[in-house]
């Protein structure tokens, strides 16, 4: 399904703003943040740092954690802000299981800027691992306590981790960005090079669920575990984001005007439920009507509400009793871009909007209609630039 850009805004709750924008946080971080701390106060600061009490280890892991926690923050805020720099509206900074992402609403602009923007987050983890390094050393010398160290110690590891793995070329990781953007810069053709970096970055995944399952096969479980997953999900949004960029190629900044079905059937507010059940429900078989009066849209009525009402009140009951009021989630207006009415449509999952023209009623406009275009200009494998009309 399309518009993969909205998967990242299920569940998250918003924590703060840094430099302007919003910092969210997925709640399966809660259980990665308990996941992590436990891991290092019980498991990798014990074993590096020996004969300290459970107390301190337990101290360790949280500032550790929180430490990561920072750390990926602020990479993803190097992304933002060269992002800014160059005019790319940027949405926020969610953290979730596998990571951060910067959320765009856009595609980049130029390969210059998606070769920017991308480089520079893996060059800022690894110059904060530089950094941390050099703490270390300073440390070493001035001899600090050895939990200090232990926590630089780790951090220092943990970004150079993080900058390496971001480095690898498939998308969606920053290096699959920056092959992207080389690619593009060298065919000036960003389909074939989405769909290489893409294809790469499936690879990549394929690669790691692998890897993740001979690890497991040799009871190294957690970490195989960790692997197969972090595999498996880069597989799908490698997949994903080359669909969401045939989409955004196949409507580039096009209105949902000229695609919406006009004169829809509409029902009028005073006729009863079982008069609306026999003769639209049971006659037209759609899900949605709009709802007007001198035509005037007023409302919508859709199968949910008929549902939930029992049988011995729809000879009773009218319409407009039951029907949803105006202005409404599920009216847009019909210059609206088809890609923003595909995302309304798939995050709160209906399949049917109403359609209005500077307030009065248009049209409707189903997912399966838009799915429909797609497959036929896709399958035909042309786009709005490549025919004239
Ligand atoms: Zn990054």
């Known amino acids: 399904m399309p518009a993969i850009l909205d998967i990242w805004y299920i569940n998250s709750m918003r924590l703060f703003k840094l430099a302007g924008f919003e910092v969210k946080l997925d709640w399966s971080w809660i259980f ?14 014990p074993a590096n740092f020996p004969d300290l009490d459970t107390h301190t280890y337990w ?32 949405a926020g900074i969610t953290l979730f299981i596998f990571g951060g992402v910067a959320e765009m609403n856009d595609s980049p602009s130029s390969p210059k800027v998606e070769f920017l923007m991308s480089f520079i987050g893996p060059l800022f983890s690894i110059i904060l ?17 050895a939990p200090v160290m232990g926590v630089i110690y780790y951090l220092c590891m943990i970004n150079l981790v993080v900058g390496v793995f971001n480095l690898l070329p498939g998308f969606p990781l920053d290096g699959g960005r920056i092959l992207r953007s080389l690619l593009w810069w060298w065919k000036k053709d960003l389909r074939w090079a989405t769909s290489i970096a893409c294809r790469s970055g499936a690879g990549l995944g394929f690669a790691m669920i692998i890897l993740g399952i001979l690890l497991i096969i040799q009871g190294i479980f957690i970490s195989g575990l960790w692997m197969f997953l972090l595999g498996f999900f880069l597989q799908n949004i490698a997949r994903m984001s080359y669909q969401d960029l045939l989409i955004r190629e196949v409507f580039q900044g096009e209105c949902i005007r000229k695609y919406v079905k006009t004169n829809p059937v509409t029902v009028p507010p005073h006729i009863t439920v079982q008069e609306l059940v026999e003769n639209y429900f049971y006659h037209y078989y759609h899900k949605l009507y709009p709802v007007t009066e001198n035509g005037d849209l007023i409302g919508y009525i859709s199968f949910n509400e008929i549902r939930e009402i029992e049988k011995d009140q729809w000879s009773t009951l009218k319409v407009s009793q039951i029907m949803h009021k105006c202005p409404s989630d599920m009216v847009i207006e019909a210059d609206t871009e088809v890609t923003k009415v595909l995302q309304i449509m798939t995050t709160h999952r209906i399949g049917r909007l109403i359609v209005t023209d500077r307030g009065r009623l248009y049209g409707v406009i189903t997912l399966k209609d838009i799915m429909n275009i797609i497959s036929i200009r896709t399958g035909l494998n042309t786009s709005k630039t490549d025919n004239s009309h």
């Open 32 to 45: 990665l943040a308990i996941l992590i701390t436990w891991s290092l106060a019980a498991g990798y600061f």
């Open 59 to 90: 101290m360790m892991g949280i500032i550790g954690a929180a430490g990561l926690f920072l750390s990926i923050i602020l990479h993803e805020l190097s992304h933002s802000l060269v992002g800014r720099y160059y005019g790319i509206p940027i």
């Open 129 to 145: 691992s530089i950094i941390l390094f050099f703490l270390f050393q300073l440390g070493t010398y001035y001899v600090w306590p």
